[in-house]
């Protein structure tokens, strides 16, 4: 008796809290499509019916204080017919998360979702789940489809503890249709622990991301980073820093020889491999005050390991930077150690001593703003065989900006640099860079802004040397009609010649966004596209545009969707090219409800 007289009065601190502050939402969308394709002569003609419902619950545990919690609850199917087939999936799900302590230095919070359903097999999908169940050809059974997710947080934020950060998230897919299934999985945990004072500060991060696709072995990817940070500042302008970890990253692209769906040739992917990546470094850094003397002192030590080679460096440096009169700064850098990399079974160490000296200036007016600096170095360097040898290296840059009367704002940067190692081929660099941007503001409602960029990169040395040529411009002008109404263009085109092959992609593009009459409210789209490629010896020209139409009735929203494309694509492996024509028209209305108490 003394118990159930506990638990009554328990329930009874507790309703009015959640009597006090219960939500319930939900709505109702409904839709209907048509659409046509037109694939090189052969028609198609395709209809959708989409449903789609929600129900939502918020409320508190006692007090907003201590918990607050939502609930979701989903249904959503969707019969598609083409031709003379007819497809269906449906999927249920629901979605629930917690917040405890919110408002306090320890808070944490919890979310998790689940959906499950079916669908049929000759349903286009393009997931990756889907892609990675291997069907034996002309099979087209019912699928069943799993999604799972679950993460949380939790934090401890008081000025007398250590901050605490830690995070977790996971997410699985699964495919299946009889015996076989598929799964995909990720996960994300990220921790940081850390304590500032005011003269020490120690940080501990740590991070771990992973892909995985079990059933086909298809793309597995894992991130691993752990690292730590101690600062000691004796004053404002004298402090030392403390840097180590590790960080390991692995890829693996590899498949059966079956690795298909329904309609998709075989795939089988190059492999990858493991990079793993160890560092420390020790800083000594003094900052003078103007015009005076500064200077950093910094040992480091890095090793890189993979299966195509490895890199190691134990390097010490000392630096000094002195400013005889505001915006002029010269410095100048010393090291020694020793560096090493080994690759197709040749191993090569190096000792290395080096200098860098260069110079920096900026000019600060009420009109324009530059920044220009050059620097240049040598090294003399000796094998563990005993061959000599000598790297060169120099670097130059300028930046500028100006805002004209404060109706143009120019930019402009132009940055050179080469290296070159007598003995260590990953040493051996070149590239340029040319930037810049206009921006004009030629009314309060029109304004226009024009921006290019051109680069060149070569490393290595002949016979084995990678170049890439890479150009971009874009131009985008933007007219307000009102203050609900917005129209752009924009213009551009990218290039690209690499040792592999040649890229480009030209584009046109036009969008409008605002409201028409009262409730009326469209948003459309418009772009041209072409796209050439001579590493796949492929050619694309499109054409695409996008039209929506929304009205809103009080908690009712009608619209109808309107989507055209044109398409024309030639590839090595075609005489002719392939066209393509769609035309797509979706009706929706949705309808959304609530009440709170």
């Known amino acids: 008796m003394p118990l159930a007289v506990l638990v009554a009065c328990v329930l009874l601190l507790l309703v009015p809290g959640l009597v006090a502050a219960q939500t319930l939402d939900g709505g109702a969308d409904w839709g209907y499509g048509r659409s046509t394709y037109n694939t090189s002569g052969d028609q198609t003609t395709n209809e959708s019916f989409i449903q789609a419902y929600t129900l939502g619950y918020r409320s508190v545990l006692w007090d907003p204080r201590f918990l607050t919690y939502t609930g979701e609850l989903t249904f959503n199917r969707n019969t598609l017919t083409f031709g003379p087939e007819e497809g269906k999936s449906q999927q249920t799900g629901f979605k629930a998360s917690a917040s405890l302590f919110p408002t306090r230095p320890f808070r944490g919070s919890l979310h998790a ?227 090493g990399q080994e690759m197709n079974g040749a191993r090569v160490r190096v000792l290395t001593r080096g200098v860098v000296s260069g110079a920096e200036y900026t000019l600060m007016t009420h009109v324009v703003r530059a920044t220009a600096g050059y620097e240049g170095g040598r090294g003399w360097n000796v094998s563990d065989l005993g061959v000599e040898g000598t790297s060169r290296m120099q670097r130059g840059r300028f930046d500028a900006a100006s805002d004209l009367l404060h109706i143009v704002q120019l930019s402009a940067g132009y940055e050179r640099g080469q290296s070159r190692d007598d003995l260590l081929p990953f040493g051996n660099q070149w590239q340029e860079r040319t930037h810049g941007a206009a921006r004009t503001v030629l009314a309060p409602r029109i304004m226009i802004e024009l921006t290019a960029e051109a680069a060149a990169i070569d490393r290595g040395v002949l016979p084995q040397i990678f170049r890439t040529r890479y150009r971009q411009e874009a131009a985008t002008a933007s007219y307000d009609l009102s203050r609900q109404r917005h129209l752009a263009f924009t213009v551009g085109r990218f290039a690209n010649r690499a040792t592999g092959g040649d890229d480009t992609n030209r584009y046109v593009g036009f969008a409008f966004n605002g409201t028409l009459i009262g409730q009326f409210h469209m948003t459309l789209t418009a772009r041209r596209e072409h796209t050439l490629s001579s590493a796949s010896r492929l050619e694309q020209d499109g054409y695409y545009t996008i039209g929506v139409i929304d009205y809103r009735l009080r908690l009712f929203t009608f619209s109808i969707e309107h989507r055209y494309t044109d398409l024309s694509l030639s590839t090595a492996a075609r005489i002719d090219p392939l066209t393509f024509t769609g035309n797509q028209i979706l009706f929706r209305v949705g309808r959304r409800f609530g009440s709170a108490r």
């Open 113 to 339: 979702s689940r959906g499950f359903g079916d669908q049929s097999g000759n349903l286009p999908d393009s997931t990756s789940a889907r892609s990675g169940l291997a069907l034996e050809p002309g099979a087209a059974p019912e699928l069943r489809i799993e999604r799972t997710e679950f993460g949380g947080n939790w934090q401890i934020a008081s000025p007398s503890l250590p901050r605490i950060d830690v995070s977790y998230q996971e997410s699985a897919a699964t495919v299946a249709a009889g015996s076989l299934e598929a799964l995909q999985r990720q996960n994300m945990l990220q921790a940081v622990v850390a304590h500032e004072g005011s003269h020490l500060s120690n940080t501990l991060r740590y991070q771990r991301n992973g892909f995985d696709n079990t059933a086909s072995q298809a793309f597995r990817q894992s991130l691993s980073d752990l690292g730590y940070e101690f600062v000691a500042r004796a004053s404002d302008r004298t402090w030392g820093t403390v840097r180590a970890g590790r960080r390991t990253t692995y890829s693996l692209f590899d498949a059966p020889p079956q690795f298909t769906d329904i309609g998709v040739d075989g795939y089988h992917p190059p492999p990858g491999g493991e990079v793993d990546l160890y560092y420390a470094q020790a800083t000594l850094s003094h900052q003078a005050k103007a015009r005076g003397l500064s200077g950093d002192l910094n040992i480091g030590f890095d090793n890189e390991r993979s299966e195509s080679g490895r890199t190691a460096a134990r390097l010490g440096s000392a630096t000094a930077r002195y400013q005889p009169f505001t915006g002029f700064t010269v410095h100048g850098t010393g090291t020694y150690g020793e560096r």
